[in-house]
């Protein structure tokens, strides 16, 4: 009996511990979300020097510089000892060169506001002395800059743009009328920073002579509040300016300021009917301001030159469209003053050149694909570089070419993405490599593309990887019944086996302009999320993806057929993804869910509602669910306004087809998100119990729309992954 009783304890400590090995070779939430397992090494605050031969990079707390040519570490521009304030050594945030790399700009403390801006405590680097100087009197400020020329610093401070001398400490205000929520200087407000991509609104001319800067009048723009909570016995209301679908913008003005006549220009706009000005850049004429000015539809754009002597403007190019038009960082000045421009007036995404009155002088890039990203001229203004999707738009490749045609180089070889940080000469890139089932590759490639040496090859987490039996990624193409071909990819179980039936999760994004269905390593996706689906393909369920009408890359035809009515093309293509998979003979039909965030939440909801007849279940995480809730400048761009297109709103807002829902449905939204308002899951809500439909929600206090922080993220990627197991 005594033998019997251990040869059953061998069998059960056998069977446990093949137990604890299969959990341990595979991915885990605990290992996406609170460990950094699978974080990729990577190359850190690059900053090429401009000898372009050297650059610096953040490293062990401080500030390193490197050769290029020999990966040696040449010097050690900022060591932890320099950074020690009252004892307490600070940590690197940011930094920031003069011109002449004499002095540093070292940010630390930093106290976000919204997504994208946030304040700091700024300290002055002298490389000579080894000598930290505090700006401001040791108060968080925003957007801290050299003057290109002299040994003074301009900075946003309490909604006034200041000037500081370093050598006296003396401040100058530039403006004095900043009252937070109704007159911002040299700053975004919310819609501008979120949907025109930019926080530090004022721009010091290269001669030093000047400051452009933005005025935002937001007075008339309408309050939003949301309550903070944050462990107070009596919670908090915090109240911003948030322009919505059709309201009031702010009134923008451009001021030039003469730092040696303490003056300001204001610039002339012309008709002041609701416009935005997206960019502002100095020529390389230091007294010419450029300026681009839409209309609020966003169909027409113009770039003007300002005089910044009287403020004087002209206009210099003009461009509109049917649609809308896309602003980029693309606009790139010449000696000798022509310039790049980038349009999608050809159907595509291109460069051309122009001279300094405005006259096309040449086409520099064409075909049937878009400049996805464009990196500027060489130092000897022959040859420039760009990033494109000539050969798909799942790919994504670096090229060289010549200004005046008579050569093109593809510099980087491999299929997948390749994203690079050019040095200031362009002799060098380092490049960032990956395919979708390969982690980043580092490396340093000339201007030729001749790959120099290997900064981080990423083996250990590949290895990683391989030791969890990760999935790969499979691309795939279909046609649907409206005869465009749709892009996507899909990850199988491990232990796929053709003549079963597996449950698919769609996961979707689908916005215009972006792409999920991209071959790089969580280029889209972000690590956490990627490696989720990773781990739900390893459970035993077929993971999908689908790039549907109204994406990007693939033309402006294709990325604009959505215009006024967004949600309707993507909705039917995702009903018609569902139709494809259904009918795979590995799919079990029946057994379709969907995931989504953000505009992806929008269209899971959309998915469950105008597609239920064909999806079982959905998660919708911080979704739009009423366009007439979300923002001017980004509803507008593709809906124009809800006075002007009602239907267009209506019509495809899910909050308006809960009726048709059947079924289960998972909806998430963090109470502190400033992007997609909360407001959108209430009134979601509302819609549901009226419709009496049975639902699950969740809502995480205080968190923005990324949801994350003191375990939310684990929390609630634990909480969609029980939710798919018990629906799907």
């Known amino acids: 009996m005594a033998q019997v009783l251990f040869r059953i304890s061998i069998v059960i400590l056998i069977i446990f511990n093949s137990g604890l090995l299969v959990a341990q070779n595979s991915i885990t939430l605990e290992d996406i979300c609170s460990t950094r397992k699978f974080n990729a090494d ?6 090429s020097l401009n000898d372009g031969v050297h650059y610096t990079v953040l ?4 500030i390193e510089k490197y050769s290029y040519e020999t990966g040696d570490p040449v010097e050690a521009i900022v060591s932890k000892k320099d950074f020690i304030l009252n004892g307490d050594t600070l940590k690197i945030d940011e930094y920031e060169f003069n011109k002449s790399e004499t002095k540093l700009l070292i940010a630390t403390e930093s106290q976000p506001l919204y997504r994208h801006s946030a304040s700091y405590r700024y300290f002055a680097f002298d490389r000579t002395t080894k000598k930290l100087k505090e700006l401001a ?6 957007h801290a800059t050299f ?3 002299s040994n003074q610093v301009a900075y946003v401070l309490n909604n006034n743009l200041y000037v500081e001398d370093l050598d006296t400490k003396k401040m100058v205000a530039v403006t004095s009328n900043g009252v937070q929520n109704q007159i911002i200087n040299g700053m975004a407000d919310w819609v501008y920073e979120e949907e025109f991509a930019f926080t530090k609104a004022f721009e010091w001319s290269p001669d030093g002579r000047f400051i452009a800067f933005y005025e935002f009048d937001e007075k008339e723009v309408k309050q939003f509040s949301m309550t903070t909570y944050e462990g107070n016995l009596y919670p908090e209301e915090y109240r911003f300016k948030y322009p919505k679908a059709g309201e009031a913008n702010s009134q923008v003005d451009i001021f030039i300021y003469h730092l040696d006549r303490d003056l300001k220009v204001k610039v002339e706009l012309g008709e002041r009917s609701d416009i935005y000005i997206p960019r502002i850049k100095w020529t390389n004429d230091p007294a010419t301001l450029s300026i681009q000015r839409m209309n609020r539809l966003q169909n027409r754009i113009e770039l003007l030159f300002a005089d910044a002597l009287k403020g004087k403007t002209r206009v210099v190019i003009k461009e509109s469209a049917d649609t809308y038009i896309d602003v980029t960082d693309n606009l790139t000045f010449l000696d000798g003053g022509e310039f790049i421009w980038s349009s999608e007036k050809d159907g595509y995404n291109h460069l051309y050149m122009y001279d300094a009155a405005g006259n096309e002088k040449v086409q520099l890039t064409a075909g049937e694909w878009d400049v996805t990203d464009f990196y500027g001229i060489d130092a000897k203004g022959k040859n420039f570089y760009y990033q494109s999707s000539e050969e798909g738009p799942t790919q994504r490749h670096v ?18 993405q390749s994203s690079p940080r050019f040095s200031k000469t362009k002799e060098y890139f380092i490049n960032n490599y990956s395919d979708a ?3 980043d590759f580092v490396s340093l490639i000339n201007a030729k593309g001749k790959e120099i040496r290997v900064l981080k090859d990423n083996l250990k987490l590949g ?4 030791d969890v039996n990760a999935p790969k990624k499979e691309f795939f193409t279909f046609t649907p019944s409206h005869g465009i071909p749709l892009n996507g990819w899909m990850i199988k179980p491990n232990d796929f086996d053709a003549s079963k039936k597996y449950p698919v999760m769609v996961m979707v994004y689908g916005g215009p302009g972006s792409n999920t269905v991209h071959d790089g390593w969580n280029t889209y996706w972000g690590t956490g999320r ?4 990773l781990m739900l393909a390893q459970q035993g369920y077929i993971v999908v993806s689908v790039d549907n009408r109204g994406t990007g890359n693939r033309g402006r035809d294709f990325k604009n057929c959505t215009y006024q009515e967004l949600g309707k093309l993507e909705t039917e293509d995702l009903i018609e993804t569902a139709k494809y998979l259904g009918n795979l003979k590995y799919v079990t039909a029946s057994r379709i869910g969907i995931f989504g965030w953000s505009y992806g939440g929008y269209m899971s909801s959309l998915a469950l509602t105008k597609g239920a007849d064909y999806y079982t279940m959905a998660i919708a995480v911080a979704p739009v669910t009423n366009w007439r809730f979300y923002d001017s400048v980004y509803t507008e761009r593709y809906m124009r306004t809800p006075q002007e297109n009602a239907s267009g709103y209506d019509d495809n807002s899910p909050i308006n087809h809960v009726d048709k829902m059947k079924g289960a449905y998972l909806l998430v939204h963090g109470t502190g998100d400033d992007n997609v308002h909360f407001q959108n899951s209430v009134e979601m809500t509302e819609a549901l119990i009226r419709a009496n439909k049975q639902f699950d929600f969740y809502m995480y206090p205080d968190r923005n729309h990324g949801i994350y922080g003191n375990n939310a993220r684990l929390h609630l990627f634990t909480k969609m992954t029980d939710f798919i197991k018990k629906n799907l």
């Open 463 to 466: 290895k990683t990887l391989r």
């Open 530 to 533: 990627h490696l989720w689906q």
């Open 42 to 47: 990577n190359v850190y605050g690059i900053r």
């Open 399 to 416: 090229y060289a070419a010549s200004l005046n045609g008579s050569f093109k180089r593809k510099l980087t070889p491999n299929k997948g």
């Open 59 to 62: 490293e062990n707390g401080g």
């Open 147 to 149: 003057s290109p020329v």
């Open 437 to 439: 089932n390969t982690p």
């Open 137 to 142: 009197g040791g108060k968080h400020v925003y």
